[in-house]
């Protein structure tokens, strides 16, 4: 299952709240019944997700910015290491990066745009 926008991101955190007080008023998550259980670990499973894609941490890179990344070396032929190198970081930041690890930095941004061309609207998204 995967949330295609925000409206549906919105409904499937209703639906999850919904399942969360029930289970609060049979007194234990593992009281709902076996398909309660399901849809909730299908809509979770789904809003963590789209989260990582469009809503990551403070200080994390976007799944959808790691993915145009990882799309642009292998296009281009390149091992991560020379990647990294490439745009100016060790291998042990880049997998960093990639792995939301690191902040991503301006200078670093610059250089996914410019030197490896990950498209600008990725980017800064």
């Known amino acids: 299952?995967?949330?295609?926008?925000?409206?549906?991101?919105k409904e499937y955190e209703a639906r999850v709240e919904k399942l969360i007080e029930r289970g609060t008023e049979l007194g234990d998550m593992?009281?709902?019944?076996?398909e309660e259980k399901?849809?909730?670990?299908?809509?979770?499973?789904?809003?963590?997700?789209?989260?990582?894609?469009?809503h990551p941490l403070p200080g994390r890179m976007s799944t959808i910015l790691a993915?145009?990344?990882?799309?642009?070396?292998?296009?281009?032929?390149l091992k991560q290491k020379?990647?990294?190198r490439m745009i100016g970081i060790s291998a042990t930041t880049f997998s960093d990066l990639l792995h939301g690890?690191?902040?991503?930095?301006f200078d670093i941004a610059r250089n996914l745009y410019k030197v490896l061309g990950?498209?600008?609207?990725?980017?800064?998204a």
Not at 38 to 54: H, I, V
Not at 101 to 105: D, F, K, V
Not at 118 to 124: R, T
Request: hydrophobic share 40%; proline share 2%.
């Open 101 to 105: 690890r690191r902040a991503l930095s």
């Open 30 to 34: 593992e009281l709902l019944s076996s």
């Open 118 to 124: 990950v498209p600008a609207d990725i980017v800064l």
């Open 82 to 84: 020379d990647a990294a």
């Open 67 to 77: 993915d145009a990344i990882l799309n642009q070396v292998k296009e281009q032929g």
């Open 38 to 54: 399901a849809e909730f670990t299908m809509l979770s499973n789904a809003l963590d997700e789209y989260g990582r894609a469009y």
């Open 1 to 9: 299952m995967t949330i295609k926008n925000e409206k549906e991101y």
